[in-house]
Each structure stands twice: as structure tokens, then as C-alpha cells.
């Protein structure tokens, strides 16, 4: 096999001799990139032995922790966390999934059956999680009480949450989130939305956060992203991993989906990776505080401690693979005025929720919005004093620690479908894996076929294709590679040579590719 180096140089050799002879650089380059891309999540093999202790290389930005380190324990976290979020405390989560969307006329509802959900009468909920004895919100003397139609947030909150007077509620177990056929320009215009909430106002050169090799977003802005990019990657994934076949009419992993929406994106993946950290490093910092809380809702304390072992249990791999370091972030004088803009950003994210058209979508944002919102008040809001589960009791409601374990749960089981799905493309003959690279089409519309070649741009068309049958064959073996690469050179010489010939009549040079 050529050596991954040589195998980059000779692409990006071609690719620059491709741009040189008139080529679209961007239309080859990110057909090339999908396609190496996607070979290379899906064929890396996790490592199972790592810690961040002994291997330092954090290229998790603001992290002090591996890829690798979150792999070794990507299984036991997620076997603990699948436990827990069966259990009586974690399962029942109370959401009001019918308030009208704030920002627009919403009407594109799914007629889907698998949109719905199953709701629990609340005669089934232990009386102390029951709305009556959660209802009063507690506000410290420095906090105020933001309240709209339906719900509510305090100035710690990054997030809206639901009034606890409202909703109803639902086991968690029994409406796993996976594919809905909730899409189209409803589903569309809610992802459009919530990404255009990155847009900070405040001038990136006014922080001290503004780092040299991108100084024109701030980390803070960056990490904003990060957390929406991965929260849709593991959404994806989600509904990749648990598809619906209409031809067969079975529920199972759809291989094609992922590589299109996941592993031809590899930045996506590293969020999804990003966000797990993030959520582990509040689990850690806030881990005495868990501990200490009261699971049994029936007084007899049964699997009470059932549930408290398999939280401490999550709490224990949280504290050593946790890594992410807050301190980094709202930094310097503008950095109160930061922050109120991100908890602002992130608020409109949460309300944005209201405005999804199926239920079961709407219900796992909301849980997953809330749990990554409760993990960003954890790292930015409390100090370690209130974190002593002595002085402050009522530091978090029941929902909010019922949607922080349950949005780690999801990561970490999007962490494990994907190598799922390596298992799958490792069974896979050759001949299928060049049919899966070739079928990519829309990231978000697996359905979608490719593109064909646009009239007049067919021979720059099929080069792009030949080259990544190359690219292939260079991962097949070295006599294969190497036959590729000189027929491809000498191809690309002759390109060249002819479309800077003039002739007698002195024409302008004629675009080949």
C-alpha cells in the first residue's frame, strides 16, 4: 500500500495541476475530500487502551484529552449509561411538546406514524417527580425569573426550560429517537435557523480569546458551533443507526445514510467527540452534587441503589476522561457580555424546538438541548461552592439532571453506532464499498442520487471519478497504485500540453477538463 503521505502529496500534486489547467479546484477537491473522508472514518480502528493521563496530545480543542482516550471507554460508558437511563428516575421526562412555534407560522407537521409519541398517565409517576411537587421553581436572591407563555429560564440558564405545570410525560424508553421521515423544507428550515445562531455581534478583535490562526472568530464562537455541529451529527447518526427499510419493513443500520450525512464529513465526527468531553467534564465537576441526590421516588428506596451504583459508576470514567477545560473560555473585559450573548444564542436554540413539526423530533430536542444547556451552566455559571450538595440541594431540577444523563447517553451511544457501521464497511466486498462512495449524495437527503456530470464539464467529471477509483486502488495495494498513478501523471501531462497549444490562428486556450 502507498504510504498515507505519499498518497496525500500525489493528490494534492494532481488537484494543483488540475487547478492550473482551468480545472474547479472546489468541485474536485470536496468530491475527493467526501471520498477519502469517508474511507478513512469508516476503515480507523479504535484503540481500547488509553488515558489522558499518559497520553496528553489534546487535540480536542479546549480539551486536555485524546480521541483514543474517549474511545478506550466509549463501550463500559455507554453499557453504564444504558442501564441508567432505564431506570425508573431517568426514564419518566415531563416536556410540553405543544406550544406554538415563536418565530414562525410552523405547518409542516409529520403525518408519519413513527412522528408520535407514547405518552404516560401520570397516575404511573412516583407522587414526589409529579408536576404538583416540582412546580415551584427555586431562585437564588441574585437570580431572576424569565418567564413566557409555557416556560421559563433564570439567569443561569442557557437554555428555556418547560413549566412543569404543562406537558406530559413520557418514558424515554419506549420513543427511542431514530428515523421519523420527518424532512423537507420543515426540517429544513429548523437546522437553517438554529445554525444562523452562531452569528455573535460582538467584534472578535474585542476578546482575548481571538486566537492567531483564526482570528477572525473568537473560541467562543467556535465552540458554539462545535456543540450545534455535534448534536447534529449524533441526531444523525441516531437516525442512521435505527432506519426504517420499506423493503424489507425492518428497523436496522443504514450504511449508505451514514457515509453520506457522517463519515464523508470527518470534522463531523470530531464534533460529536468535542460535545461527549463537554458533557462528561460537568458529570465530573458536578459529580458530588449527583451522588447526593435523592432517585427514589416511592420512599422504599428500591433499586435505588441499583440506580446510584451505575451513576457512580458513570461519574468514575467521567472524572478521568472529562478533560474539558472551561477556564479557557469568557476571558478578558468583554467576557460577561460574551456570555450573555451565547446563553442567548443557545436560549433561541432551545425555543427554536418548539417549531419542529414531529413530535418525537421535537421531544428529543428538547431533552438534548436542555442537557447540553444544563452541562454549560455546570462548567460556566457555578462556582464550587455551590456545588456542595450541603449549602445548595436544589441546584438542578429533575429534569434538567434527567436530560443531562440522557444527552451524554446519546453521544456516547452515537460514539458506539459508529463503529457499528465500520463493522459493516469492513464486510462489505470492494465492489459494494465503491457503489457506497459513488451512491454519496446529499448530506441530509440519503435518497438523493449523485449528480450527474453538467453538459459540457463530462471529461472533468469522469477525471474526478478516475481519480478516486485511484484513490481506491492505492488502498488495495502498491502495483495497482502505482500502475494508477503513472497512467493518471502521463494523463494529466498530455491534458495540459493541449490545452496550451495555439494554433495558426492563435486562439485562446480551451478548457480540457
Not at 460508558?77 to 410552523?106: I, N, S
Not at 459508576?313 to 472551561?326: K, L, T, W
Not at 451565547?342 to 418525537?360: A, L, P
Not at 436544589?394 to 459508529?418: D, G, K, Q, Y
Request: with cysteine; hydrophobic share 35%.
Amino acid at each position: 500500500m502507498l504510504p498515507r503521505h505519499l498518497l496525500a502529496l500525489v493528490v494534492g500534486f494532481l488537484l494543483q495541476a488540475g487547478a492550473s489547467a482551468g480545472r474547479e479546484q472546489t468541485f474536485i477537491s470536496e468530491e475527493l475530500q467526501r471520498s477519502i473522508g469517508a474511507q478513512s472514518v469508516l476503515e480507523y480502528q479504535p484503540v481500547k487502551d488509553a488515558a489522558c493521563e499518559q497520553f496528553p496530545k489534546g487535540p480536542i480543542e479546549t480539551t486536555s484529552c485524546d480521541f483514543e482516550t474517549v474511545e478506550s471507554v466509549s463501550d463500559d460508558l455507554y453499557a453504564q449509561l444504558r442501564d441508567l437511563v432505564q431506570t425508573p428516575f431517568f426514564k419518566y421526562f415531563r416536556a410540553d411538546l405543544y406550544r406554538d412555534c415563536p418565530f414562525w407560522q410552523e405547518n409542516g407537521l409529520c403525518m408519519n406514524r413513527e412522528c408520535g409519541i407514547t405518552t404516560v398517565d401520570e397516575s404511573e409517576i412516583p407522587e414526589a417527580w409529579r408536576a404538583k411537587a416540582l412546580s415551584k421553581v427555586e431562585v437564588s436572591p441574585k437570580q431572576e425569573l424569565h418567564q413566557l407563555p409555557g416556560c421559563y429560564y433564570r439567569d443561569s440558564d442557557f437554555c428555556f426550560l418547560d413549566d412543569m405545570s404543562e406537558g406530559d410525560y413520557i418514558d424515554l424508553s419506549v420513543n427511542p429517537e431514530r428515523f421519523t421521515g420527518y424532512t423537507g423544507p420543515s426540517a429544513h428550515r429548523v437546522w437553517k435557523s438554529i445554525y444562523e445562531e452562531n452569528c455573535f455581534g460582538i467584534s472578535q478583535f474585542d476578546t482575548l480569546n481571538a486566537l492567531p490562526e483564526d482570528s477572525k472568530t473568537c473560541l467562543e464562537q467556535r465552540v458554539y458551533y462545535k456543540i450545534i455541529s455535534g448534536m447534529h451529527a449524533s441526531i444523525s447518526t441516531h437516525i442512521c443507526h435505527d432506519d426504517f427499510n420499506q423493503t424489507t419493513g425492518k428497523w436496522g443500520p443504514n450504511l449508505q445514510c451514514f457515509i453520506n450525512r457522517i463519515a464523508s464529513y470527518p470534522e463531523r465526527l470530531e464534533y460529536m467527540y468535542f460535545n461527549a468531553v463537554l458533557l462528561l467534564r460537568a458529570v465530573a465537576r458536578i459529580g458530588p452534587y449527583l451522588s447526593a441526590y435523592d432517585y427514589c421516588g416511592t420512599g422504599t428506596h428500591e433499586g435505588d441503589q441499583y440506580t446510584l451504583e451505575k451513576l457512580n459508576n458513570v461519574i468514575s470514567i467521567a472524572q478521568n476522561v472529562g478533560r474539558f477545560d472551561e477556564t479557557t473560555l469568557f476571558r478578558g473585559p468583554n467576557a460577561q457580555v460574551l456570555k450573555e450573548e451565547f446563553k442567548q444564542h443557545f436560549r433561541n436554540v432551545s425555543r427554536i424546538m418548539d417549531c419542529v413539526g414531529c413530535d418525537k423530533c421535537r421531544l428529543w430536542g428538547k431533552v438534548q438541548t436542555s442537557g447540553v444547556g444544563t452541562a454549560l451552566k455546570i462548567l460556566f455559571e457555578l462556582d464550587q461552592s455551590a456545588l456542595d450538595p450541603k449549602i445548595n440541594h436544589n441546584l438542578l431540577t429533575r429534569s434538567e439532571v434527567v436530560a443531562l444523563m440522557n444527552t451524554l447517553h446519546r453521544f456516547t451511544e452515537s460514539l458506539v453506532a459508529v463503529n457499528d457501521f465500520r463493522k459493516m464497511w469492513a464486510r462489505e466486498a470492494h465492489s459494494q464499498r465503491d457503489r457506497l462512495l459513488d451512491g454519496m449524495g446529499d448530506s441530509e437527503n440519503p435518497s438523493q442520487p449523485r449528480r450527474s456530470p453538467p453538459a459540457g464539464q463530462e471529461s472533468k467529471y469522469y477525471f474526478v471519478e478516475d481519480l478516486q477509483r485511484w484513490v481506491r486502488a492505492c488502498k488495495e495495494g502498491t502495483v495497482f497504485c502505482v500502475k494508477g498513478l503513472l497512467t493518471d501523471l502521463q494523463n494529466a501531462v498530455e491534458a495540459v500540453t493541449r490545452i496550451f497549444q495555439v494554433s495558426r490562428k492563435d486562439r485562446a486556450p480551451h478548457v480540457e477538463f
